[in-house]
């Protein structure tokens, strides 16, 4: 099993920019999918995720309305569209993969809930 990121790079502040994941190994439609950033703490944020039942798509209060998480399963890959982002949206977004994995509660599943991972892409929001 692989994810393999790519998009990030350096933005200034309110531009866009788009992640990619690209799976191998697995059966995306199989498996809840999320992003996360690695902020300043080196805590993992959770910012938006897929349940796998249903498709439904979650966001982080701090990027609802401006990122947009959608998957292509007969792509095997997922994305994160970045709208206006912010200074404080800098940091290294890895994107992850759990099969079988839901939403309880509305909220995305933390990172320990799963197991594979992307390396990360570097994102930089700087004038």
């Known amino acids: 099993v692989q994810l393999v990121e790519s998009g990030g790079g350096m933005v200034q502040p309110g531009g866009s920019a788009i992640l990619s994941c690209r799976a191998s190994?697995?059966?995306?439609?199989?498996?809840?999918i999320g992003w996360f950033r690695q902020d300043a703490d080196n805590k993992l944020r959770e910012l938006s995720c897929?349940?796998?039942?249903?498709?439904?798509?979650y966001y982080d209060g701090s990027v609802k309305g401006r990122f947009t998480m959608s998957r292509d399963n007969a792509k095997n890959t997922f994305y994160l569209q970045m709208n206006d982002l912010r200074l404080s949206d800098a940091g290294v977004y890895y994107c992850?993969?759990?099969?079988?994995?839901?939403?309880?509660?509305?909220?995305?599943?933390?990172?320990?809930?799963?197991?594979?991972w992307g390396e990360g892409t570097q994102v930089t929001v700087s004038s």
């Open positions: 897929i349940d796998s039942r249903d498709g439904k798509v």
């Open positions: 992850a993969a759990e099969v079988g994995l839901g939403v309880v509660g509305g909220h995305c599943p933390r990172d320990w809930s799963y197991d594979e």
């Open positions: 190994g697995l059966v995306l439609a199989d498996y809840g």
